[in-house]
Antibody, heavy 121, light 107 residues
Framework: EVQLLESGGGLVQPGGSLRLSCAAS????????MNWVRQAPGKGLEWVSG????????YYADSVKGRLTISRDNSKNTLYLQMNSLRAEDTAVYYC??????????????WGQGTLVTVSS | DIQMTQSPSSLSASVGDRVTITCRAS??????LAWYQQKPGTVPKLLIY???TLQSGVPSRFSGSGSGTDFTLTISSLQPEDVATYYC?????????FGPGTKVDIK
């Protein structure tokens, strides 16, 4: 059974940093691309970033480019999102999500339960 | 970047009705289009990928069609458990943009 467990969310001041983690199990982690998708309270889904199975290719939404960095450790079956220079508009539930393929350009077939990031003073 | 729109933004229909949701891309995306269902308080669930391929385990009352810029998600006979918000997403290139969503409820 595929399981994705996010951690690392919390309250952070504007301009601050946070690192999210996603522990994956139930599948061969390195064989699949992974993504971070966020959802602000009461709002729709926003794709944030994606990384290929090998970690060689990364992609970002324009709204986070230069501030958020996706990475993965295939030896630990873990996905990360380093979040710097956080803004109030980054407040959202952040979902870790697994793609159907090793490349990022694929549909997403599993989602974690999410971790809440709140940016506020 | 390619923009995704959906219509309507919300709809109310009776149990057993046929429901159609439209998704439009601002540029052609071939068939690189997925549909997701998000029930209140839950995480999104993949319904359809490659515009028309039903994800394993999804009821056959759900179907998808389209290619290029115009796509549709159809629920052939609306059930109470289909109350949810439905999102399309393009994945031919990054960013993998979602549509704004269509909220479906029962009349």
């Amino acid at each position: 059974e595929v399981q994705l467990l996010e951690s690392g969310g919390g309250l952070v001041q504007p301009g601050g940093s946070l690192r999210l983690s996603c522990a994956a199990s139930g599948f061969t982690f390195s064989n699949y691309a992974m993504n971070w998708v966020r959802q602000a309270p009461g709002k729709g889904l926003e794709w944030v970033s994606g990384i290929s199975g090998s970690g060689d290719s990364t992609y970002y939404a324009d709204s986070v480019k230069g501030r958020l960095t996706i990475s993965r450790d295939n030896s630990k079956n873990t996905l990360y999102l380093q979040m710097n220079s956080l803004r109030a508009e980054d407040t959202a539930v952040y979902y870790c999500a697994k793609d159907r393929s090793v490349v990022v350009l694929a549909a997403t077939n599993y989602w974690g339960q999410g971790t809440l990031v709140t940016v506020s003073s | 970047d390619i923009q995704m729109t959906q219509s309507p933004s919300s709809l109310s229909a009776s149990v057993g009705d046929r429901v159609t949701i439209t998704c439009r891309a601002s540029q052609g995306i071939s068939n690189y289009l997925a549909w997701y269902q998000q029930k209140p308080g839950t995480v999104p669930k993949l319904l359809i990928y490659a515009a028309s391929t039903l994800q394993s385990g999804v009821p056959s009352r759900f179907s998808g069609s389209g290619s290029g810029t115009d796509f549709t998600l159809t629920i052939s006979s609306l059930q109470p458990e289909d109350v949810a918000t439905y999102y399309c997403q393009k994945y031919n290139s990054a960013p993998k943009t979602f549509g704004p969503g269509t909220k479906v409820d029962i009349k």
